[in-house]
């Protein structure tokens, strides 16, 4: 993931489980994990989260609750970066991680920094397709959109391994 707008409010990232059908518009039933950048543009109130989305126009459920805030560093539009998306052990798990540095982003738990964030599973949603998202979470009277740029999107069964302390 690379490029995208950071004056706009918008969420962006990797979605998965999704339920047929798939509508051309509004949220697909399924999990996301979203990189969230709110429309300030200040670093510090970017995030990363898991939510499941009931489809439609139904607001989507933070899965994290306060994890992935306070991220050290902070993503910076002009980076490139990875989002990772994974199931394990009763838990969806995410990850983003710097490609200039081949290092995991830190983030706040709410006690203390990780590289990554978890939500129990809820078995709504056990199987479905994968994708990408980009939609505008904050929307005013002016015409605005989402400007993300992903590459070498990669969808598989093997869930990444444990990186070592």
């Known amino acids: 993931m690379l490029n ?14 999704m339920q047929e059908p798939i509508p051309s518009f509004f949220l697909p039933k399924g999990y996301a994990l979203l990189l969230r950048n709110d429309k300030d543009g200040n670093p510090a109130s970017r995030r990363l989260m898991i939510v499941k989305s009931m489809g439609g126009i139904s607001f989507p459920v933070f899965l994290t609750k306060g994890q992935g805030r306070l991220m050290r560093p902070a993503p910076d539009p002009s980076g490139d970066y990875r989002l990772k998306f994974w199931s394990s052990g009763g838990f969806l798990w995410g990850q983003i991680i710097d490609k200039s540095t081949g290092s995991a982003i830190m983030m706040s738990d709410g006690t203390t920094y990780t590289d990554r964030i978890s939500a129990a599973e809820d078995e709504a949603y056990t199987s479905g397709r994968s994708g990408l998202i980009a939609y505008v979470h904050i929307v005013s009277y002016r015409a605005e959109g989402v ?19």
């Not at 995208?4 to 489980?17: P, Q, S």
Request: charged share 15%; no cysteine; aromatic share 18%.
């Open 4 to 17: 995208w707008t950071y004056n706009w409010g918008e969420d962006i990232g990797l979605l998965a489980r």
């Open 147 to 165: 400007s993300p740029t992903f590459d070498n999107f990669y969808s598989g069964t093997d869930a990444p391994s444990a990186p070592s302390p």
